[in-house]
Nanobody
Framework: QVQVVESGGGLVQAGGSLRLSCAASGGTFSLYYMGWFRQAPGKEREFVAAITRSGGSTFYADSVKGRFTISRDNAKNTVSLQMNSLKPEDTAVYYC???????????????????WGQGTQVTVSS
């Protein structure tokens, strides 16, 4: 099974940028569909972005489309989330997750993902 560890969170002003990274180990990274989720206090965990095994297709929540970009490097076993034009409502704990079953299409449900990181806090001040 794969283990994933997030990094790159922090405090940023509205309009600023952050880049989150997720390092995977313990499995064949290229066999996992990868996603980013977030959870704000008092709210359910929600889908942010996902990328297919090859990196050929990406999917985004409407709330982040045009501002966030997901990418992966299968040679380095990493997946990243570039976040631009950040808003206070983007404040949350961000999680990286691996889905071992999905091959094609959009995988947006929390239940689809088998392995999760511990999360990294992103705080956007107004």
């Amino acid at each position: 099974q794969v283990q994933v560890v997030e990094s790159g969170g922090g405090l940023v002003q509205a309009g600023g940028s952050l880049r989150l990274s997720c390092a995977a180990s313990g499995g064949t990274f290229s066999l996992y569909y990868m996603g980013w989720f977030r959870q704000a206090p008092g709210k359910e965990r929600e889908f942010v972005a996902a990328i297919t095994r090859s990196g050929g297709s990406t999917f985004y929540a409407d709330s982040v489309k045009g501002r966030f970009t997901i990418s992966r490097d299968n040679a380095k076993n990493t997946v990243s989330l570039q976040m631009n034009s950040l808003k206070p409502e983007d404040t949350a704990v961000y999680y990286c997750a691996a889905d071992r079953r999905t091959i094609f299409g959009s995988s947006r449900a929390v239940a689809n993902y088998d392995y999760w990181g511990q999360g990294t806090q992103v705080t956007v001040s107004s």
